[in-house]
Nanobody
Framework: QVQLVESGGGLVQPGGSLRLSCAASGSIFSIRTMGWHRQPPGKQRELVASITTGGSTNYADSVKGRFTISRDNVKNTVYLQMNSLKPEDTAVYYC???????WGQGTQVTVSS
């Protein structure tokens, strides 16, 4: 069984930073591209960043230059460093091994003054 546990969310002012973490159990982490998704209030879930097992990254246009995804293959953990946060980044953030049915419980990020 795969477990994904996100942490690091919270309330931050516009322009601030947060670092999300997702700890994964099971062997899936070492063989899957990992993604961070988010679901803003009343909107659909969207992929914001992904990282392959080799470290290649992709970002949604809305977060390019502000967010950085990384992974530690020893700790089975994926991170999302979020800088220059905007109110429109407010959402529940989820980590997800792409092309699998496994999702974490999500962590709330609220950007507000």
């Amino acid at each position: 069984q795969v477990q994904l546990v996100e942490s690091g969310g919270g309330l931050v002012q516009p322009g601030g930073s947060l670092r999300l973490s997702c700890a994964a159990s099971g062997s899936i982490f070492s063989i899957r591209t990992m993604g961070w998704h988010r679901q803003p209030p009343g909107k659909q879930r969207e992929l914001v960043a992904s990282i392959t097992t080799g470290g290649s990254t992709n970002y949604a246009d809305s977060v390019k230059g502000r967010f950085t995804i990384s992974r530690d293959n020893v700790k089975n953990t994926v991170y999302l460093q979020m800088n220059s946060l905007k109110p429109e980044d407010t959402a529940v953030y989820y980590c997800h091994p792409l092309l699998t049915r496994f999702w974490g419980q999500g962590t709330q990020v609220t950007v507000s003054s």
